[in-house]
């Protein structure tokens, strides 16, 4: 069954985004990448993240590639929904046929039109390989591409993070790679996934030794571990409740830390205490935190 309730907020989306009006840009003369860019910039974007624009391929006195005119004119107010229509100058595939279908005139015309088609699709392909040294930088590439260029470096990005936090995740992470397993390289990575600096205490332990019957009671105030060595331990604290968390976020820190530290090591995560308030507390006194209806103020 379609949820009815996703298909109405999909449609108020949608008309929100049809709503909306924007300044059409000066795009002439631009280089056809170019232009792209400032049609994001200025608000035309689509669904999927990228330049709202169809390319028209025209033969014109320019040089190729370079946007010879648009639709909406600059200046306008536009549909930020509706595409933006680039008039693009290229240079006919239609002039390497033999002479007699490379003539300009109207019999032509259908051939240069239906060439332009396989065209477009060729350039297509080829801008992209051009542009492949700029995939792989994480500044540059297209958000699209960030998840694939995650996975060359073995890293996942967190689905809450901002396309802004995953670039800066690519383009630090692979710095930590010669520091993986310190302490520098662990707080670096819980900094990127909780947004504040956590305190890392090395060669200690939270718990305390005890003897059996003289300083502890056994499920009550003791807890059986492992023989531990504190060389091998450390204790991660977090300045914030653990009621800040959710049960999911916690436990992601908890996959942070097991892949970050040395396999031989034990941790212990810790948060800052709660406000708690005391049931035994009196809540108010009689003659100091209230007043009864016949009493008169001095």
């Known amino acids: 069954m379609v949820d009815s309730g996703n298909m109405r907020g999909n449609r108020v989306k949608q008309a929100e985004r049809r709503s909306r009006k924007v300044i059409v840009p000066e795009l002439a003369g631009m280089h056809v990448r170019d232009a792209q860019i400032v049609i994001a910039q200025a608000g035309f974007v689509a669904v999927d993240g990228t330049p709202n624009v169809q390319i028209r391929y025209v033969e014109a006195y320019a040089e190729d590639h370079q946007v010879v005119a648009q639709l909406p004119m600059r200046g306008q107010l536009a549909d930020s929904a509706a595409p933006i229509e680039l008039h693009v100058a290229r240079t006919s595939w239609n002039r390497f046929l033999p002479q007699l279908y490379s003539l ?3 019999d032509n015309a259908l051939l240069q039109q239906f060439l332009w088609i396989f065209q477009q699709l060729h350039d297509r392909t080829t801008d992209t390989i051009d542009r492949v040294p700029s995939l792989l930088r994480p500044l540059e590439t297209d958000a699209q591409y960030l998840p694939w260029l995650a996975s060359w470096q073995a890293l996942q990005l967190d689905a809450d993070w901002t396309e802004t936090q995953k670039r800066q995740w690519l383009r630090v992470a692979p710095s930590l790679f010669a520091q993986r397993g310190t302490r520098p390289s662990l707080q670096t990575l819980l900094k990127m996934h909780l947004g504040f ?3 890392i205490q090395e060669n200690v332990w939270p718990f305390e030794p005890f003897r059996v019957g003289v300083t502890s009671e056994i499920g009550v105030s003791s807890t059986i571990l492992p ?3 504190l060389a091998h331990c450390f204790v991660v604290h977090l300045p914030v409740p653990a009621t800040h968390f959710s049960h999911e976020q916690i436990v992601r820190i908890h996959r942070v830390i097991l892949a970050e530290k040395p396999a031989h090591t034990n941790y ?4 800052a205490a709660a406000d708690r308030i005391d049931d035994n507390a ?5 003659g100091d935190d209230i007043l009864t ?3 008169q103020p001095a």
């Open 104 to 106: 300009a005139h109207e």
């Open 197 to 199: 600096d956590p305190e």
């Open 227 to 229: 023989p531990l060595n």
């Open 268 to 271: 212990y995560l810790t948060f």
């Open 282 to 286: 009196p809540f108010l006194t009689i």
């Open 293 to 295: 209806s016949d009493s």
